[in-house]
């Protein structure tokens, strides 16, 4: 061991060498420049630290030689370092400024101390050396899963040994329930590969999502063979997993494969992840019908069936409504079966009972006749039929085509061209309320100047506290989401009106550059 040797002549440090690189697997190249070290760091000791001491070790023989290295100056100031022109010139005519002068020093009596130094060193130096030699030879494995034995546990996390390699699963990293012992065989996930100074640099886990795909990889051989692919994953460790997979090759049944014969394929991954039920379902690259296998979870009883899909682009949310007696398997307990697909489909998802949503429908419709009523004064048939034509505001009114309008049973031109002008009456009429309100708030004139912002925004703001170009400047597109959760505007306009904004802070800038 490393740890056992002893320095007692100019052999033993090449045996050290060769028996270092051995047992650590380390090139005995690197185990050479470790024992330099480890002697240069004796010789300061014993020298003076502030010396600039190098070793120097005969490969073949073994011989180590000590010299004091000093940079030729005009006039030296640190004579430990530092070394006159005239002074080194007098030993050597070719020396000039900057060269490096090298002296002799005398060798080192390795006695109980100075071999203690050597050994600490030596340790030191070799640990680095393997750490980077994990580092080297495990940075293009993350994404394996890899088979070891638990050497210890320190406080939850398991350090685990595989080969001669040591890793660390974090306690975070282990699915819930899970119990191991020092000596238990396990399979983790590589999810990370680390150069660190000290600790562990490889780190492993059993709750990343990719460590459910990589064990189906292992266990079917179309997965393996890329003709089935899993396209996505989602998890609750321990607990329940959803998995999307896909085949473009017809004749193969891309869920089938990975349930296997009799369940065989899916009841080893089961059995390796505790119990961990495992949806598997086919991918499609249409979002509603990825949303609806996403949300059919099986139960012994029955499985989701969904009534209808709403994609709501701008809000990147999706509303899916099923049957009453249904609602509580598609949200799942403590809503997990929606989370999950959730996370599967990479999209929110809001599920409601169609009661629910049969009565929200009746609630938007009755609430748009009225406002349209009371908009253009017109009688409740009128304000009905706009309602459920599609017309859900006053802008669509006044600024659709109006063969959109003339399309509706009963609409005359005559009465197009009345309500049309009645609503753009309506409509400057509230903007020039709203202008008025927010500058009576107290808004800045400036933030009008924004683009896509409109008087009643400008009025939400104010209400808001968000009276200044710094104040809008500083939302994100999120918090302004949540201000305006009805907005039409898309996530490229929002971020334009957000930039502009800002770009006040860097006008100071543009001018130095310009200058410049």
């Given amino acids: 061991m490393v740890t056992n040797f002893a320095i007692t002549g100019s052999t033993e440090i090449l045996q050290v060498a060769d028996a270092v690189a051995r047992e650590k697997s380390i090139p005995k190249d690197k185990v050479i420049e470790a024992l330099k070290e480890a002697v240069e760091t004796v010789a300061r000791k014993k020298y003076g630290v502030e010396q600039h001491i190098r070793a120097e ?8 030689s000590l010299f004091r290295d000093r940079e030729v100056v005009t006039d030296a100031v640190d004579h430990h370092i530092e070394i006159s022109l005239k002074d080194a010139q007098s030993a050597d005519k070719e020396v000039k400024l900057g060269d490096t002068v090298s002296d002799p020093v005398p060798p080192i009596d390795f006695g109980r101390v100075a071999s203690q130094t050597f050994k600490q060193v030596i340790i030191q130096k070799v640990r680095q050396a393997e750490r980077e ?100 994953v989602a998890r609750d460790p321990g607990s329940r997993a959803k998995m999307a997979v896909f085949c473009s090759d017809s004749s193969i049944d891309p869920v089938g494969a990975c349930i296997g014969p009799r369940g065989a394929r899916v009841s080893a991954v089961y059995n390796e992840l505790q119990g961990e039920k495992i949806d ?13 296998h996403a949300l059919a979870a099986k139960t012994r009883e029955s499985m989701v069936e969904v009534s209808k899909i709403v994609i709501d682009e701008e809000r990147h949310t999706i509303e899916a409504v099923v049957p009453d007696d249904q609602l509580s398997l598609a949200i799942g307990r403590r809503g ?116 896509h912002l409109t008087d009643t925004m400008l009025v939400t703001l104010g209400e808001q506290e968000l009276k200044t170009l710094d104040d809008v400047a500083d939302l994100s597109r999120d918090e302004f989401r949540e201000i305006f ?32």
Avoid: C
Avoid at 207 to 212: G, R, V, Y
């Fill in 336 to 451: 997990q079966n929606v989370r999950l697909a959730a996370e599967l489909v990479e999209w929110n998802i809001d599920v409601m009972s169609e009661s629910d949503d049969s009565e929200r429908r009746v609630k938007e419709f009755e609430e748009l006749t009225q406002q349209f009523m009371a908009a253009l004064d017109v009688e409740e048939v009128i304000g009905q039929l706009l309602a459920s034509e599609g017309f859900k505001t006053l802008e669509e009114v006044a600024y659709v085509d109006e063969e959109e309008l003339l399309a509706i049973e009963g609409f005359e031109e005559e009465l197009v061209a009345e309500l049309r002008a009645r609503a753009v009456e309506y409509l400057e009429k509230k903007q020039a309320e709203a202008r008025e309100k927010w500058q009576k708030i107290g808004v800045e004139a400036s933030i009008a100047e924004l683009p």
């Fill in 133 to 232: 030699k994990q580092y080297e030879d495990f940075k293009g494995r993350v994404g394996e899963i890899v088979t070891g034995v638990v050497k210890s546990i320190e406080f939850g996390n398991l350090i685990v040994d595989f080969g001669k390699t040591e890793t660390l699963l974090p306690r975070d990293q282990i699915i819930p329930r899970e119990v191991y012992r020092p000596g238990d065989r396990i399979r983790a996930y590589i999810v990370d590969v680390r150069r660190e100074d000290r600790g562990q640099q490889i780190i492993l886990s059993r709750t990343h999502p990719n460590f459910l795909a990589e064990l189906f990889a292992q266990e079917v051989p179309e997965i393996y063979d890329g003709l089935v692919t899993i396209q996505a």
């Fill in 57 to 64: 070790i005969d490969e073949r023989s073994g011989q180590i």
């Fill in 485 to 516: 959760p009805r907005s039409s505007l898309s996530d490229e306009e929002i971020d334009e009106m957000i930039m502009q904004a800002r770009a006040h802070w860097f006008e100071g800038d543009d001018k130095i550059a310009a200058e410049g």
């Fill in 280 to 292: 598997i379902i086919q991918w499609s690259p249409d979002l509603a019908t990825l949303t609806v």
